[in-house]
Structures are given as C-alpha cells and as structure tokens.
C-alpha cells in the first residue's frame, strides 16, 4: 500500500492527523490532532455534565428513573449558549478530520511521486 493511501486512512479511521505523523509532518499533524482532541474534550465534558445532572435530579427524587422520562431528559436539545458552543465543537472536529483524511492523501501522493522519481 502506498504512502498515501495509508496516510489517509490512519487519518480516517485512528485520529485526526495520524497521518500527518506518519508523513514526519509533525507541527500539520499536532495542529490537526489538538483541535479534534480539544473538540472531543468538549463535547464529552458537556455530555457527562448532561448526564451528571439528570443522575442528580433522579437521586434528589425530582423525576422517577422511568427510562421514558430519562430519554425524554437526553433528548432535550440544549440551548443558547451551550448549543452555540457544541455546534462550533461539532464543525471543528469535522473538518479537522476532513482535511486531515484530505491533506495527508495530497501529502502522501506528492511523497509517492517523489519516491517514484528518485527511484
């Protein structure tokens, strides 16, 4: 398998930017890697801060833990601020693997070319 095949698809399928380290790209792949980490971060940390909330609501007997009433309390989109932010967390983390996946192909096929050449 050539360099950019593989690249790409260590960026598509481990992490954003993997590809990058393995085509010694090492500032494009941190870059890459800490925005999607920072973005998962977050909407991880909101998600148990959800979670932790409703727990704490079942535990002060507040509403009965009926798993109809708890999915309803999941489903409930969050607004203002919050959903401001998570929407922005969502579009970065999707692009950071988007032009990671992108990026380390193009990096990849520049690096099999060279290869081709110097052979």
Same mark, same amino acid.
């Given at each position: 398998?050539? *360099? %950019?095949?593989? %690249?790409?698809?260590? %960026? &598509?399928?481990?992490?954003?930017? $993997?590809?990058?380290?393995?085509?010694? !790209? +090492?500032?494009?792949? =941190?870059?890459? &890697?800490? &925005?999607?980490?920072? =973005?998962?971060?977050?909407?991880?940390? *909101?998600?148990?801060? !959800? =979670?932790?909330?409703?727990?704490?609501?079942?535990?002060?007997?507040?509403?009965?833990?009926? $798993?109809?009433?708890?999915?309803?309390? $999941? =489903?409930?989109?969050? $607004?203002?601020?919050?959903? !401001?932010?998570?929407?922005?967390?969502?579009?970065?983390?999707?692009? &950071?693997?988007?032009?990671?996946?992108?990026?380390? +192909? *193009?990096?990849?096929?520049?690096?099999?070319? !060279?290869?081709?050449?110097?052979?």
């Amino acid at each position: 398998m050539n *360099r %950019s095949m593989k %690249s790409a698809l260590l %960026s &598509a399928f481990v992490f954003p930017g $993997i590809g990058h380290f393995y085509l010694k !790209r +090492y500032i494009t792949g =941190a870059v890459l &890697a800490g &925005a999607a980490f920072i =973005a998962l971060y977050f909407m991880i940390t *909101r998600a148990l801060e !959800r =979670a932790q909330q409703i727990v704490d609501k079942i535990q002060r007997g507040e509403i009965q833990p009926d $798993i109809a009433v708890i999915t309803e309390l $999941i =489903a409930k989109q969050p $607004i203002g601020t919050e959903a !401001r932010l998570t929407t922005i967390a969502t579009a970065v983390l999707i692009i &950071a693997w988007l032009v990671g996946v992108v990026d380390a +192909y *193009r990096i990849g096929r520049l690096q099999d070319g !060279r290869a081709v050449a110097d052979g």
